[in-house]
């Protein structure tokens, strides 16, 4: 089995989670699952589903529901393959309710507003609408707030960048605005991002307030500057 699970960094969550590479561009899945009912999500599921799919339900875990931080093809091209693998539901925003992947499994697809919550057995997901790459960029946040949380930043928030603003419904401002709400976040939170983009697989949120110059970056001015909106 060819099997890259980079985990390296995160903590010891008290829920299942896996953060597996995929596709050919450095594309992270996730897969989060309450060990209770043995009752598991995937986040942006779109490369080698066989290989994904076939490691969760070897860890005992089903996995029962698709979350999408978007709708470009790298993330949420696994659909419709999920249906046939026992996805039985995918939440995807509101904003993309018109997307052509809904149109090929209209009756799976739930629509999440800002605030929405997600059960994964008894393990809350919580969605948080992000726009900026795209109007239905959301990211989830995951675990108690007392406890580890994990953050999946889809395109909005990568380790050390953010998502580009400058493909067809890229929006500056709305990132600008987006990460300053991430920013926010207080607790012990993992960042971890829709791409391998970095040299980690994930960071502490408290340590990327400093190290990431999208989230460190006050001034909308010199945000508008950054070199990761562009490339
Ligand atoms: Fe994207």
Not at 79 to 86: A, K, M, Q, T, Y
Not at 111 to 121: A, E, I, K, T, W
Not at 133 to 151: I, K, N, T, W, Y
Request: charged content about 25%.
């Amino acid at each position: 089995m060819v099997y890259e699970d980079v985990t390296d960094t995160a903590p010891c969550f008290p829920f299942y989670f896996r953060q597996v590479l995929a596709g050919p561009h450095e594309n992270f899945h996730y897969v989060l699952g309450d060990p209770a009912t043995r009752e598991a999500a995937v986040v942006d599921p779109a490369f080698e589903l066989e290989r994904l799919f076939g490691v969760v339900e070897r860890d005992g875990y089903r996995i029962k529901a698709a979350l999408f931080t978007h709708g470009h093809w790298d993330h949420i091209g696994g659909v419709p393959e999920v249906f046939g693998r026992g996805v039985e539901t995918a939440y995807l925003h509101a904003a993309a309710r018109d997307h052509a992947k809904v149109a090929e499994a209209p009756d799976r697809f739930r629509f999440l507003q800002d605030g929405d919550r997600v059960l994964v057995g008894d393990l809350v997901v919580e969605a948080l609408h992000t726009p900026g790459h795209q109007p239905e960029s959301m990211c989830f946040l995951v675990g108690d707030p007392d406890g580890p949380r994990a953050l999946f930043g889809g395109d909005t928030l990568f380790v050390d960048s953010c998502g580009r603003t400058d493909f067809p419904g890229g929006d500056t401002d709305a990132m600008f605005r987006s990460l300053a709400r991430l920013r926010a976040l207080q607790g012990d939170v993992t960042v971890f991002p829709g791409h391998h983009y970095a040299q980690h697989p994930s960071r502490s949120l408290e340590a990327q307030k400093a190290e990431n110059p999208a989230l460190a970056t006050t001034d909308r001015e010199a945000f508008g500057a950054l070199h990761c909106l562009t490339h």
